[in-house]
């Protein structure tokens, strides 16, 4: 049906893209689910199914995938993938030289994780933040559940050096700094390196999010 068509073609735009960053889909070993929206995990359960790939994901976000799997019409839910690792609050994972740290960010969906993690630039080391769904939603529990996970992301941010985003839609400037990063000097200082936009950023999320909690308890 027209569901299976669109979760062949999203698996199969996912492992173009690996293998266009020069990678074997094959060699995939862990699939770290963020949080359970369908546009983050669909594909998910093919790829752990083809390669044996672990699947990540927080306990209530699994619960989440796990209970609209197969729903809808013709824009179904993807397949929720087999149930492999819980994440946990403060748990690491080391992938080789590189740990990556998360954190229960929850609010944008009942488990959300954040990623802590180090990338490198010519060897130099930076630390890296993914902040795990990355806008509220209009659910007031949910947005007060979100802005204790700012609060929490507050406490974490001395020394972040990197945003990643969960959509380039949610930096504005995300393709202009792609492109200067790729034709940038050796002397030149990489874009994406900008601690100062990450702690503003978060202050924005929170201040939006207070913003409408203001707003919907006036109305009560």
Do not use: C
């Not at 010519?122 to 659910?139: I, S, V």
């Not at 969960?166 to 504005?172: A, G, K, R, V």
């Not at 202009?176 to 390196?193: G, H, I, K, S």
Request: hydrophobic share 40%.
């Amino acid at each position: 049906g027209g569901s299976a068509r669109v979760e062949r073609a999203e698996f199969d735009h996912l492992l173009d893209g690996v293998r266009r960053m020069g990678f074997d889909p094959r060699h995939i070993k862990y699939v770290i689910v963020t949080h359970a929206d369908p546009d983050h995990y669909a594909g998910a359960a093919r790829i752990q199914r083809e390669f044996g790939t672990r699947v990540a994901m927080s306990e209530a976000d699994w619960l989440m995938a796990e209970a609209s799997s197969g729903e809808g019409d013709g824009a179904s839910q993807p397949e929720a993938p087999r149930r492999d690792l819980v994440l946990q609050d403060g748990e690491k994972l080391t992938l080789g030289t590189t740990t990556l740290r998360f954190w229960s960010t929850p609010g944008h969906t009942p488990g959300a994780m954040s990623v802590d993690f180090t990338v490198f630039d010519h060897g130099q080391p930076y630390r890296a933040f993914l902040f795990g769904g990355g806008a509220a939603t209009d659910d007031v529990p949910a947005v007060e559940r979100f802005v204790a996970g700012v609060e929490k992301v507050e406490h974490l941010q001395d020394g972040v050096q990197v945003r990643v985003v969960s959509h380039p839609s949610m930096d504005p400037q995300f393709w202009e700094r792609r492109d200067r990063l790729l034709v940038r000097r050796p002397d030149e200082a990489n874009p994406m390196v900008d601690g100062a936009l990450f702690r503003s950023w978060i202050q924005t999320l929170k201040a939006q999010a207070e913003q409408y909690l203001e707003l919907a308890r006036g109305e009560r």
